[in-house]
């Protein structure tokens, strides 16, 4: 009996062993712009190069709009985005929210259904699904028109952004598609996420999921009264977006809000993803990431490091 258990648990460590150094595919988005800042569109695989820890890696697939994408918008909904109850453009005040549903809901989704799937959630003291992933534009639409600006919330807490963050990269990190991105809007980080920032780097690097954040928090904020959450979201924003080469938008930084959605669509839709067979070690570890596209002069915007 004792031999049979010895086996057994040998077997299994043979198994374990083998498991754990079994390649897995892992795969990068990356964006990669030529002369006057314009994005390549014609690269072929044999022009791409990857290097883990500075050696050299092959690359197993690089695919362009023809790559399977899962698009998740996590929406903040509270007072904060929505501080009227109703709101005009031409008129009065805009609620941010509102600024975002009409982007969405003017033909913004046309071109990300033809890459995959897109998912729709709100968020504020709770979270809400208002559209699981689908790929029919006219339903993300109507989800995006019921939306109501949760302007009448009766609640002293501020909403939990690395909650929300969180619940973002859950829906996405079993997905089936190559490419996966998170598009976060909020305004300021509240102090338990900022508390947190490392762990969320971490989860960042370990899932092959791309970032963008649009921050509705003021500019260059400073002085007596001024909240820990406040100074501290653009720090917080530019760090965890920095982990897979997204994009952080404050809107503050542009005149029109189409500038900056126009902006996210165009980085969109011009990436690339490379796919690659990662091989773990004993332990995990994490690793240095850079990509060349053609020759050194092309600025190659990706994730710096991975862990596996």
């Given at each position: 009996m004792k031999r049979k258990l010895c086996l057994a648990l040998a077997l299994i460590g043979v198994l374990a062993a083998l498991s754990a150094?079994?390649?897995?595919?892992?795969?990068?988005?990356?964006?990669?712009?030529?002369?006057h800042g314009i994005y390549l569109r014609d690269l072929k695989i044999s022009e791409v190069s990857l290097f883990v820890d500075d050696r050299p890696v092959k690359v197993s697939y690089l695919g362009y709009k023809n790559v399977e994408t899962a698009f998740a918008f996590v929406l903040e909904n509270s007072k904060r985005t929505a501080p009227y109850v109703v709101t005009s453009p031409v008129w009065g005040p805009v609620n941010p929210i509102d600024q975002i549903r009409y982007q969405l809901s003017s033909g913004y989704f046309n071109h990300l259904v033809k890459q995959g799937v897109v998912m729709i959630s709100e968020f504020s003291t709770e979270r809400r699904l208002l559209q699981d992933f689908t790929d029919d534009e006219f339903l993300l639409e109507d989800a995006i028109n019921r939306m109501t600006p949760n302007s009448i919330e009766v609640s002293i807490d501020e909403p939990e952004v690395g909650r929300a963050f969180g619940y973002g990269l859950e829906r996405l990190r079993n997905r089936p598609e190559k490419r996966k991105v998170l598009i976060l809007m909020t305004t300021t980080v509240d102090q338990e996420t900022y508390k947190n920032m490392e762990e969320y780097q971490e989860m960042l690097r370990r899932h092959d999921i791309d970032l963008y954040v649009i921050s509705f928090a003021a500019r260059n904020i400073s002085g007596p009264g001024v909240t820990f959450a406040q100074t501290m979201s653009t720090t917080f924003f530019r760090n965890i977006v920095h982990e897979t080469g997204g994009q952080l938008y404050l809107t503050g930084e542009y005149t029109k809000v189409s500038q900056f959605m126009d902006d996210l669509k165009t980085r969109l839709q011009n990436s690339y993803t490379i796919g690659f067979y990662a091989t773990p070690g004993d332990e995990e570890a994490e690793h240095s990431i850079r990509i060349v596209a053609r020759d050194e002069k092309?600025?190659?915007?990706?994730?710096?490091?991975?862990?596996?």
């Open positions: 150094a079994t390649p897995q595919p892992r795969f990068i988005t990356f964006s990669a712009k030529g002369k092309v600025e190659v915007t990706c994730r710096k490091k991975m862990v596996f």
